[in-house]
């Protein structure tokens, strides 16, 4: 069955940095986009981050851009986020979450972590 | 930047009362690129919609999608006591920005 296993979360100062990863399992990873959405305490969801199956394309929503870096090692069936230059406002749970349509891209997703989650506070 | 606004916030209901769940979007969604999605306390959230109508794999036909253009609505024809949660609407018609709505939780009477 399809598993997505987050971690890397914690407390973090403003300013500081923190990696994400997520661990994927029971399906061919390579062949599949994948998605950072986060979630603010008491909040809905925001969409962070993509990256096509092989890498090749990337996006990021506004709030981060120049910020966060999306990355996945197709070998390891793992995907990451670096996460610089945190602010108060990134404080979320963050899950990463399959794109349902296999080698291209469908957008939305069929399959979600449990999350994992950040505090950025001094 | 699409926006989706998601109304009502809160629905108070019945247990095998009908709910519609309504999601309005600023420009029109291309291609009816709209999903929905189940949320309950605690959990990560369940794909329910994609396409604005079509249900993902194992969820029940109570739950039906429709709309297109700006203007989608989820009903869940008979409210089952496992269908009280927060809803929430996403759009992917434009791969630049994947963007949620607010959120409408169906609360128990």
């Known amino acids: 069955q399809v598993q997505l296993v987050e971690s890397g979360g914690g407390l973090v100062k403003p300013g500081g940095s923190l990696r994400l990863s997520c661990a994927a399992s029971?399906?061919?990873?390579?062949?599949?986009?994948m998605s950072w959405i986060r979630q603010a305490p008491g909040k809905g969801l925001e969409w962070v981050s993509y990256?096509?199956?092989?890498?090749?394309?990337?996006n990021y929503a506004d709030s981060v851009k120049g910020r966060f870096t999306i990355s996945r090692d197709n070998a390891k069936n793992s995907l990451y986020l670096q996460m610089n230059s945190l602010r108060a406002e990134d404080t979320a749970v963050y899950y990463c979450?399959?794109?349902?349509?296999?080698?291209?891209?469908?957008?939305?997703?069929?399959?979600w972590g449990q999350g994992t989650l950040v505090t950025v506070s001094s | 930047e699409i926006v989706l606004t998601q109304s009502p916030g809160t629905l108070s209901l019945s247990p095998g009362e009908r709910a519609t769940l309504s999601c309005r979007a600023s420009?029109?969604?291309?291609?009816?690129?709209l999903a929905w999605y189940q949320q309950k306390p605690g959990q990560a959230p369940r794909l329910l919609i994609y396409?604005?109508?079509s249900r993902a794999t194992g969820i029940p036909d109570r739950f039906s999608g429709s709309g297109s253009g700006t203007d989608f609505t989820l009903t869940i024809s008979r409210l089952e006591p496992e269908d009280f949660a927060v809803y929430y609407c996403?759009?992917?018609?434009?791969?630049?920005?994947?963007?949620f709505g607010g959120g409408t939780k169906v609360e128990i009477k």
């Open positions: 979450a399959r794109d349902a349509g296999e080698l291209l891209g469908s957008y939305y997703f069929d399959y």
């Open positions: 029971g399906f061919t990873f390579s062949d599949y986009y």
């Open positions: 990256i096509s199956s092989s890498s090749s394309y990337t």
């Open positions: 420009q029109s969604v291309s291609s009816s690129y």
């Open positions: 396409g604005a109508s």
């Open positions: 996403q759009q992917y018609g434009s791969s630049r920005g994947l963007t």
